[in-house]
Each structure stands twice: as structure tokens, then as C-alpha cells.
């Protein structure tokens, strides 16, 4: 039976940071991620009756923002009518630079370090989802968005032990349900 | 308000205070102190101590990014109208 309801006034709250992040590194720019998550949104909200509600409202998003991915690859896609070919080593005196540049660079991150990275990011939110929700936003605004104790004591409207003790309890929920797959 | 506890010795929930804040470069230097001699004989501690440490370096690396609050914002303020709309 589903039991899975969708409440379209807390998608921002719940998924915003979650999609925001599953996005960025799929298409590499904070103004295309943010359009495509507007769009998701909005989508949802259109095609809201079609929910069956056999999945989270959250696997329902990303699926609609998958979607949205790869329409935004296409439409790029079917702009490129030419091929850009950069020639770099056209003298002579340049030759064999390129392979100085081919050189692996053993400081720089492979693909798979950016995938288990990315992997690890979803997993903290995932995490971070299953916790009370003001303890999560609290250590959100402290610990992603690195903003000031003291903002934090305004905005939340509480003291600054109040705070380090949600903080610590935040941490030590996400720990626990961290230790399993990642410690 | 809360008192301040002016002891070098202090008990495992303080001491997980300073810990957490030693985690965000918070930790003055007096709770520093009390955290060092509180982790040098409480074992439980040393642990969970290891483990916020941990949790720091995974945040670290995760390199996890949040949106502007302005664009939740206004985000909010679409699907709230966009739902009157469909709700009217």
C-alpha cells in the first residue's frame, strides 16, 4: 500500500541542499544547478497527482531531476554545430611540451576521488535527513555555510551553549549513522 | 545564564563541548586545556573524541555545498504560488 505523501511546502527545507549537491557535480556550475532544481520543483508540483507514492519524495524529485539533467545536456548538445579544435604546439621550438603536460599530476583529484567525494556528500545529507530537523539546519548553518556563531544564536534565537550542544548532538547522530558505511 | 566552570577538571558533557568546538577552531585556550587533561584519563571520551575528528575530516572532504538562502527563498515563494494556484 502507498504510504508515501507528498508535502510540496517542505521540499525546499528537506531536499534543496540534498538535489543542490547531487546536481554541482553533475553539470559543474551553481547557476545551471540552481535553474534545474527550480525546474524540478516546479514539475513536481505539475505532475504532483501522478505520484503514486510507491517511493520517498525524495527518490520522486531526483528522479524528475535526472531528467532535467539530461535535457540540459541535449538542449547544449544541439547547440554545438561546430567543433572547437585548439592547436597549442605550432612552432617548432615547441614540440615534445606536450608531453611535460601529459605528465599525471599526483596532487591533482581523479574522477573516482570527485565520485567517492560526491558519494560521501549525498551520504551526510542522507544522514542529516534522518535527524531531528532543527538540530540538522543548525549544524548545516555552522558546519556547510560557516557562518558565525553568533548569526547563528540570532537566527535560531538561542544561547551560544544552547547551540554547542545541538551542535554536539548533531554530530554525534550523524557519527552514528555514518559509522556503518564510512568510518 | 550558565555558570563557568573555572576547574581544570571537568566532566565528560563539557568535555564534549570543548571537543566539538575544538572542531570549529572555537575551543579557547583554557577549554583546550581542560579537554587534554579531561581525554588523558577518560577512555570514552579519547574515542569519541577520535571519532568527531573523523567526522570533521569527512565533512572536509565530502566538500558539501549549500544553496543561497535567497534562492530557497525564493523558490518557496514559487511553489507556494504555483500550489495556491493549482489549490484555488
Known sequence: ?183 | MSKKNKSLFVDCSEAATCCTKAQYDEAGFFEKIKLMIHLAFCRTCRTFSSKNSKLTRKIEEANLKCCSEEKKREWRESINKLHREEHS
Not at chain 1, 18 to 39: C, Q
Not at chain 1, 89 to 116: H, I, K, N, P
Request: include cysteine; charged fraction near 30%.
Open chain 1, 1 to 183: 500500500m502507498p504510504s508515501n505523501q507528498l508535502d510540496p511546502n517542505k521540499w525546499v527545507d528537506r531536499y534543496s541542499d540534498y538535489l543542490f549537491n547531487y546536481t554541482i557535480v553533475r553539470v559543474n556550475d551553481r547557476e545551471v544547478a540552481n535553474d534545474l532544481i527550480s525546474e524540478t520543483f516546479l514539475a513536481g508540483l505539475k505532475s504532483a497527482k501522478n505520484f503514486k507514492g510507491e517511493a520517498s519524495e525524495r527518490t520522486w524529485l531526483i528522479s524528475i531531476l535526472k531528467r532535467k539533467i539530461i535535457d540540459h545536456y541535449r538542449r547544449n548538445n544541439s547547440k554545438k554545430g561546430q567543433a572547437e579544435v585548439k592547436i597549442n604546439y605550432t612552432g617548432e621550438d615547441s614540440e615534445g611540451e606536450w608531453l611535460e603536460e601529459q605528465v599525471a599530476d599526483q596532487f591533482d583529484r581523479t574522477a573516482e576521488d570527485e565520485m567517492e567525494n560526491n558519494e560521501l556528500g549525498l551520504a551526510i545529507l542522507d544522514c542529516l535527513d534522518s535527524i531531528n530537523e532543527k538540530q540538522a539546519a543548525i549544524f548545516k548553518r555552522k558546519t556547510i555555510d560557516g557562518v558565525d556563531t553568533e548569526a547563528i544564536c540570532n537566527e535560531f534565537d538561542i544561547t551560544p551553549s544552547n547551540l554547542w550542544v545541538i551542535i554536539h548532538r548533531a554530530r554525534t547522530a550523524l557519527a552514528a549513522c555514518m559509522e556503518k558505511n564510512w568510518f
